[in-house]
């Protein structure tokens, strides 16, 4: 409309086809067919007072019969399909649209065409095509924050470590003392539950805690890190060295850190990264409840659309590995601490995992024990069935069981293994006494040993060499078994001369 306007205008000034033409960038032609339509029409310049779409009807009213665009489809809802609909193509959205619309709809290509000019205006961080569910991208952030030490007044950096879900955009955040493995760990463990489910894909960056050797197409992992995925059933794929743009939420979500959180605290003084963690919490949920500008909702209500993973009952506790050998007395030294092992591995060289709570032991990749950490050094931790047979039955023998035993012979047999028992000053110096006074009952009758406790127990011998003594004088006292009277059936010595 525009070139139509100034058409007539320099026509009316005086200038020729070709001089118009060459003025506005048209082909002569072009200015004489626009100029016959303006006579046919009884329009000259000035143009009276009408808008462009009765300019148009006046000059070209072949054109009325059709209408001059295309209904324009709902971008919005087909977008909002395409990035959670599972299957959804841009081609089944055109078939769609061309059944709502049969007579004038868009064609294909140029229905392309407008969607992704459209999709270039929204804002960057909704412009991501990530899978509700599918990813979290991990990094920490370059700022630190000092903290204050009350006694000297000394500071210490903490680390800030950020994760943002790659559908949502929703974002955690967390100070930690350092970038070691376990802060590391602990703040995979903490975003989870503060996404409150575990995405199928976690994207880190090349850091130390996460890969130990970076490969572009085969990195190597910390153990402890894969092994805290393979806790909560998620993959590990590392973004490639240099290349920011494998995660840009991640690169976003720290940008947002660092303007609405970091900025925002860097007037104030902590002393305690708990204190840092709490001020960084009231921020982060601010950020996350904050309204889309180009978009409805927020980084909250699209995260409660998030199929994630169900949590674990309990939080993974990352641990360290180590090795160590079986001693002969099927223990282990773990932090000056001992911890038993089956007694058949005695000499073996097994694995140790320790975390702040539990120590367990791997043999050739198979957990064999598990214990709760010693509290102090030099504490020895035993399981009872990592003993062998002997030595649990040695353990077992208490007082109370000898007594027991000691009653199945008698009242004199417990009186006198009471005696022996109470004449120690600990218990456990009377245990092999008992235990050769009780076994005379095996090589003598019950009877006997009754009686030669009684006889102990009167002369006030507590010895098992005197009850044994005593037990033989008894057997070798008894009298002879009376004969076999005389019987025909009976053969009789001479019977084999």
Known sequence: MRH??????????????????????????TVGDLLKRAQAAELSWPLPDIGDAELERRLYPGNQGRPRTRPEPDWPRI????????????????????????????QYSQFCVHYHRWR????????QPHQPGDKVFVDYAGPTVPLIDRDTGETHPAQIFVAVLGYSHYVFAEAHPDQSVSSWIQGHVHAFQAFGGVPACVVPDNLKAAVQQPHPYEPYLHPSYLEMAQYYDTVIVPARVRKPTHKAPAET???????WVLAVLRKRQFFTLAELNAAIADCVAWLNARPFQKWE???????ADEPLKPLPIHPFEPGAWTQARVHPDYHIQVDSRYYSVPYYLVGETVEVRTTAHTVEI???GERVASHPRAARRGQAVTAPDHRPRHHRDRLEWTPERFRQWAAKFGPHTEQLITAVLQRMKHPEQAYRTCFGILKIGQSHSAETLEAAAAQAVARE???????TALAKQLTDAA???????PHPNVRGAAYYQ
């Not at 909702?297 to 995260?303: D, E, M, S, V, W």
């Open 4 to 29: 139509i306007r100034e058409i007539l205008r320099l026509h009316h000034a005086g200038q020729t086809d070709r001089a118009i033409g060459r003025s506005l960038g048209v082909h002569h032609t």
């Open 79 to 106: 977008h909002q399909d395409l990035r959670t609909t599972k299957g959804m193509t841009l081609e089944l959205a055109w078939l769609e649209y061309q059944q709502e619309h049969p007579d004038d709809a868009l």
């Open 120 to 127: 270039q205006r929204l804002d960057v961080v909704l412009r």
């Open 253 to 259: 979500g720290v940008q947002l850190v660092e303007r």
């Open 297 to 303: 909702g927020c980084r909250a209500t699209l995260k």
């Open 362 to 364: 791997f043999h050739q």
């Open 461 to 467: 011998l507590y010895t098992s060499r005197a009850v």
């Open 479 to 485: 009298p002879e078994p009376a004969a076999v009277p």
